[in-house]
Structure formats: C-alpha cells, structure tokens
Nanobody, 124 residues
C-alpha cells in the first residue's frame, strides 16, 4: 500500500511559479510510475504529466508542455511538478497518483493510489 501526500499549492498571480511535491510512503515506491492530475471546478480530472519508475521517460499533456515539468527523486521518495508561467486556467486541485508498474500511464483508471490533492489558484 502506497500513501501519497501533496504539498506546495497556493494562491499565486498569473506568470508566477510554483513547485508541487508529492511524498510517497509504503510499498516499493521506486518501482512505481507516477503521475500528476488536476481537476478544475465543473471539469473531469485530467492528466498533467507522468513519469516512469526511474525518471527516464516522461509524458506531458499538451496544456503543460513548456511550462509544467515532472521530475522525481527516488532517494527522497518524492515526485515534483515544477510550474512556471502560470495561467488562470491552471487553477485546479492537483493530485499525485501512483501505479503499480514501472511504465507511464495517462488515464485515471491506470493509477491505483491517489493523494488528497493540493489546491492551486492562479489569479489574473
């Protein structure tokens, strides 16, 4: 069983940067592929970025490319989402997720473990 806890969210202005962190505990954490998802009010939860078990392969949604970057530090059992040039449309609850395989997934249903989420609000 893997437990995930997100941190780093907050209220920022358009153009600002934030770094989200996801601390993992339990299970064989270094063997899990990880993902960041987000859910805006009234919308479905969507993939933002994903990373394989060793960080060698990443996926970024089109909306994230060039601004949001996923990375991981297995020594610290932590996955990061570096967010730059934030826009009001990035406002959402951001969730960290883990799947019990080394390979990237891009769908909600491919991930077994979820954090509780952290709110990111970008004002214009």
């Amino acid at each position: 069983q893997v437990q995930l806890e997100e941190s780093g969210g907050g209220l920022v202005q358009a153009g600002d940067s934030l770094r989200l962190s996801c601390a993992a505990s339990g299970g064989t954490r270094s063997r899990y592929a990880m993902g960041w998802f987000r859910q805006a009010p009234g919308k479905e939860r969507e993939i933002v970025a994903a990373i394989n078990w060793n960080g060698g392969t990443t996926y970024h949604a089109e909306s994230a490319k060039g601004r949001l970057t996923i990375s991981r530090d297995n020594a610290k059992n932590t996955v990061y989402l570096q967010m730059t040039s934030l826009k009001p449309e990035d406002t959402a609850v951001y969730y960290c997720a883990a799947r019990g395989t080394r390979f990237i997934g891009t769908m909600n249903e491919e991930y077994e473990y979820w954090g509780r989420g952290t709110q990111v609000t970008v004002s214009s």
